[in-house]
């Protein structure tokens, strides 16, 4: 089992629909998600990171975590074209320590 | 203010040579981090300096070596290459002090082994 698993996809929305990428990882101990956005050709850049159980909005993102589950999710309304990227979920896995375990990413395609 | 600045972007090695990548993180950041990226792969962690010291490793093997300065920059190696190492090289800087601090990519060197 992957330390962090991502469906590769590509998942294909609609223009204004809503984009739902999801993350499960494998260390209970985990203390830090994070969301990084990947543009081809590009280095990741973070869109958002969540600590605690729930939800938390930022625009038209919202990072949902349940650690009961070990599930992490990123919900993107209102999808644009220009969201068109390689989501990449990161996860922080034990406490205390530096190293940060990506997954492999959700190719994401809004198509206009 | 400077973003983490990475070189070269581009190489082209052959087997059994080595390379040195260099890494510059942003002012005040004090932990650098190096990633591997490949198709398949995706991300895979290499190790993370802090202070001029490594706090964690990952599971490469031992001709995967870094270092950092004492002005944060960092350099990683890689000895007698192989064609598997072919791949996009990140370093990633960070405070640091927190563990759960966000991680700041440089643009990558991508290296391509003959």
């Known amino acids: 089992q992957k330390e962090v698993e991502q469906n590769s996809g590509p998942l294909s929305v609609p223009e204004g629909a809503i984009a739902s990428l999801n993350c499960t990882y494998s260390d209970r101990g985990s203390q830090s998600f994070f969301w990084y956005r990947q543009y081809s050709g590009k280095s990741p850049e973070l869109i958002m990171f969540i600590y605690s159980n729930g939800d938390k909005e930022d625009g038209r993102f919202t990072a949902q975590l349940n650690k009961a589950s070990q599930y992490v999710s990123l919900l993107i309304r209102d999808s644009q074209p220009s969201d068109s990227a390689t989501y990449l979920c990161a996860v922080n896995m034990v406490s205390g320590t530096y190293k940060y375990i990506f997954g492999t990413g959700t190719r994401l395609k809004v198509l206009a | 203010k400077a973003g983490v600045t990475q070189t070269p972007r581009y190489l082209i090695k052959t087997r059994g040579q080595q390379v040195t990548l260099s890494c510059s993180p942003i002012s005040g950041h004090r932990s650098v981090s190096w990633y591997q990226q490949t198709p398949g792969q995706g991300l895979q962690f290499l190790f993370e300096?802090?202070?001029?010291?490594?706090?964690n490793k990952g599971n490469f093997p031992g001709r995967f070596s870094g270092r950092q300065f004492s002005n944060s920059r960092s350099e990683m190696n890689v000895s007698t290459l192989e064609l598997g190492d072919s791949a996009l090289y990140l370093c990633a800087s960070s405070l640091g002090v927190n563990y759960a601090g966000e991680l700041f990519f440089g643009e990558g060197s991508r290296l391509t082994v003959l």
């Open positions: 300096y802090f202070s001029e010291t490594q706090r």
